[in-house]
Structure formats: C-alpha cells, structure tokens
C-alpha cells in the first residue's frame, strides 16, 4: 500500500519513496499550452501549492521518469528542458527592509550555482534576479521558468508592523518588476501564495500576469476532490463514515467541483480521528485582533453578496475583511449568482472543522480566555434538550465578557453566535421562511430544531417581543417534519450587559 504524502511538498520524493500522487497534470498541460505564460494562483495554507510548483519544475527539467502513469506522460515533449529558477520565499524570515536583500541575496546565491551564476554584490536582489535569467537564456539557449512560491509570506508575516511592511512591499514590488521587461527570455511564470495583492501595488508594470485564482477551468488545481479521495485513497478509507468525513473536511470551492484540504485528510486518514487539523498548523492572527478592534457584523458576512473585485480586494492601505477571511480559508464560496450579467459569490465557512474552530478562536478574542467547557457543557444542554442549563450556561457565559468590550452592541451578537456555531451543530443564520427570517437555527441529528430569536432591549416593555414573533410568524412550521422543535427568545439588556430575558416553548 502506498504511503501517505504527508507534508511531502517535493515531487521527485513523492514519486520516489511510493507516496500516494494525486494526478493533478491535466491542469498543469492545460495551463502550460493554452493561453499566456504569466500566471497567478492564490489558495489558502497547506492547500497543495508547493507541491504544484514542484511538480511544475520537474515536468519543464523533463525528468520523464517521475511522470509515469499520469495524464501528461505521452503529451509532453520530453526532449525540451528548460532552465528553471525557483524561488520559495517561504524559506526566508524578515522583519525589517534591511534584512530583505540579506535574505535574498542567500537564496539566489544558492539557486545561482545550479547554473554557474555568481552573485554580483554591487546590484540589489532585483539586478542579479535579472541577470540570473539572462545567463540561463544565454548559457542554455533556451527560454527561463520562474516559479515563485508563498510569495507574500514576507509581507504577512510583518503585516501589523505598518511602516516596515510597506518598504518590505516596495522592495518585493522592485523584485517582481524585473519580469516586466523580460519577455523574450521566459518561457513561463506562476507566483503562487495566499493573498492577492493588487498589480498596481505589487506587480506594478506586470500586466501580463494572469489570475487563475477563480478561473473553474482551473478550481481542481490544488486540494482533492471527492471523487480523487475515494479513488486515490480507497485502502484507507475501509469502514470509515464517508459522509461524515465531508462534512468535517470537504467544502472548499473554487468554482470547479468542492475540495478537501490536503494537510486536513491526511492528517485524517492517517490518525482516523476527528480533529482540526488545518485550523492548529497556524492561525492568522492578525486577522482575530482586526475582527476585536473593529465594528465587523461577522454574522452577516456570510449573507452577503460579493463580487470578485472585493474577494480581491487586498492592499495595506486598506485590508477588506471579506478579502482576508476569503483568501485565508476561513470563508469559501458556496453560491453564485448572476445579476445583470454580472457575478456574485455568497460565502460561508467551508466546512464544520473551520466553522467550529474559526469560531472557538474568535470567542477567546472576545473573552480573552478559551471556551473550551463552557461550549462542551452548552452542547451537552442542547444535545439533552436540557432548555433551562442551556440558558444557565449562555448567563454564564456572559459575565465572562468584559464589560469593556460589551460596550460596542456588534459584540453581543458576535459572542452568541460564536459561541454556538463551536459547538460544531448545523447552524442556518437568518434562515428564511415564508413569512419572515428566523435570526438563528440549530438543526441536531436532523430530528431535533431549536429555533432563536434576539433582540437588544432598553427597558421592561420590551420584554417578551422575541418569542412573540416567532409565534405570530409561525417560524417553526417550515420545520413540522422534524421529531421536535424548539422556540426559544432571547433579549439582552443593553445598559447592565446582560441576558434581560430568556423564553422558550416546545411545539413538538
């Protein structure tokens, strides 16, 4: 049985060492042959990119012997090599400009003597990346790949440093600008990484770089399908729950068919527990400290409409929070809509690892401590259909909020949602009825429905408002097929920072 390709971003050691391959080189010949030889790919961590890079260096090196048995064995011309120079930013770390040209001229050294280059110390990284790919074309008579992988980690990395980020920008803008002028000597580029920063701000002058990122032709690119993980890792998939495996890992879209991420499954396949597996390899956690310290109705995120302008929407001068959680992994899209011929994308988590764990960290922002008990106990009160510990542990639960940060009314609503979307149920937000849209759903083992409704009072009349709705809208008889339903209101007090009330009857 083949080896499970764990962390194996190395095509040649995959391929040697009978690691598991997923044959993703229909893409690659298809990116190769059709269309221009700039392109752009942004995914989230851990979603396969090095691996493509990787693949992609050894198939322009035309080492036709790592290519048995794939799509692109009898299509390629194995006779034409191409000098390939890879750079993989993600080896290097910096945290001021200064230490940018240090850390460059180390890896372009070490790339330089596989071509008999040497570094010239009087030039910047930018002059000897220039003169690297001249000395290839001339030496080899043969156009240069440039593969450039996790090419803004140096940015992300410094991200909350504001003035050292934008020179590090500068620098990395002066690096990538060489490629504009080198048309003749290129054969092919692709910059992978995880955010998209505007051409105008990184890749100024580069405008033959094309963005593959929602291109569907392109979606399957990286992570695996479900037809690809029942088919490449059926050995390992023997008395497994399918289905609940999807819904743990499974949901990313690229608008080509939904994809597991490969660092998610295989942790899985090779543990065979559920865990969140992706979410712990690293958070982004500037975006957690942007959501605290800013008035972001997160809730709603999900129902909005978007459109690729704003998913792209990235640069230091102003980070689109849409953009960030999109970009990251923590959002996906999972509806397209046309409009007037124009296209919007409806987003939300990708599956029930990220909603849980996206939301477990956002409570720990809020409240500055993990909730780890306290969801674990409401979870077992909904699970029991124990109403009134269900309302004990939500009472708890805030007064573990400072009232520093109750004092903005969003955070409420964040905190109640955040706290029940990491009990890790189905939770359906403003779920529509025929009358009216229900503030909060939590559908249980698909036979037990609780339906929430919540409201932000000011004084004793308006108490009672919550349920009554539910009531007078009728929201539970789009749930009459379920074995049980639930009502239950919920009204905060906005002057003592507290739940003002809380009433719940069962129908069903």
């Known amino acids: 049985m083949k080896k499970l390709p764990i962390g194996i971003s190395d095509f040649k050691k995959l391929r040697e060492e009978n690691f598991i391959y997923v044959d993703k080189t229909k893409y690659i010949y298809k ?71 240090t850390q460059m001229e180390l890896l372009l050294k070490e790339i330089g003597e596989n071509y008999k280059y040497k570094y010239e110390k009087k030039y910047k990284a930018s002059g000897n990346l220039f003169l690297l790919i001249k000395k290839c074309y001339d030496y080899y008579k043969k156009q240069v790949v440039i593969l450039v992988d996790e090419y803004d980690k140096v940015i992300l990395d410094n991200i909350e440093n504001k003035t050292e980020v934008e020179k590090i920008r500068d620098s990395l803008k002066n690096f990538y600008g060489v490629l504009k002028g080198l048309d003749e000597y290129i054969r092919f580029v692709l910059i992978t990484g995880v955010s998209k920063f505007s051409k105008v701000s990184l890749f100024s002058g580069l405008n033959q770089l094309k963005d593959i990122s929602l291109d569907p032709r392109y ?28 819904e743990w890992y499974n949901g990313y879209y690229f608008l080509q068919d939904t994809l597991y991420n490969p660092f998610d499954i295989l942790l899985f396949l090779d543990s065979k527990e559920f865990n969140s597996y992706w979410y712990e390899t690293g958070k982004t956690e500037f975006l957690f400290k942007l959501l605290k310290n800013k008035d972001y109705q997160l809730p709603y995120l999900t129902k909005a409409y978007y459109t690729n302008e704003i998913l792209d929407k990235f640069d230091l001068e102003y980070i689109s929070i849409e953009a960030l959680m999109f970009q990251t992994g923590y959002l996906t899209i999972k509806e397209v809509k046309k409009i007037d011929n124009e296209k919007f994308f409806i987003l939300n988590y990708p599956n029930k690892e990220v909603r849980q764990s996206f939301n477990r960290e956002l409570l720990f922002y809020i409240t500055n401590e993990y909730q780890t008990d306290r969801t674990s106990k409401l979870k077992i009160a909904i699970l029991h259909e124990n109403i009134e510990d269900i309302k004990h542990q939500l009472n708890i639960f805030f007064s573990s909020i400072s009232y520093e940060i109750l004092k903005n009314e969003y955070v409420y609503q964040a905190a109640i949602y955040g706290l029940i979307y990491s009990t890790g149920f189905n939770i359906i937000l403003e779920d529509n009825t025929s009358k009216g849209r229900i503030d909060l759903t939590i559908i249980v083992n698909n036979s037990i429905v609780y339906i929430l409704e919540f409201k932000v009072i000011q004084d004793e009349k308006e108490k009672g408002n919550s349920i009554n709705q539910i009531l007078q809208k009728e929201y539970y008889k789009k749930y009459l097929n379920y074995e049980k339903i639930y009502l239950i209101g919920i009204e905060f007090d906005k002057t003592n920072k507290k739940i003002a009330n809380f009433e719940y009857q069962q129908i069903k």
């Open 219 to 246: 979606g399957n690119i990286c992570g695996y399908t479900q037809n690809e993980l029942e088919f490449y890792f059926k050995d390992y998939l023997q008395g497994l729950n399918l289905d609940e495996i999807k």
């Open 31 to 101: 990116l190769i042959t059709e269309g221009g030889g700039y392109y752009f790919l942004s995914r989230p961590r851990r979603f396969g990119k090095s691996l493509l890079i990787s693949t992609i260096r050894y198939l322009f090196e035309g080492r036709k012997e790592l290519f048995k048995g794939t799509y692109i064995e009898d299509k390629w011309d194995w006779n034409n090599f191409y000098p390939v120079i890879r750079i993989d930013l993600s080896q290097i770390a910096i945290t001021k400009e200064e230490d940018f040209e």
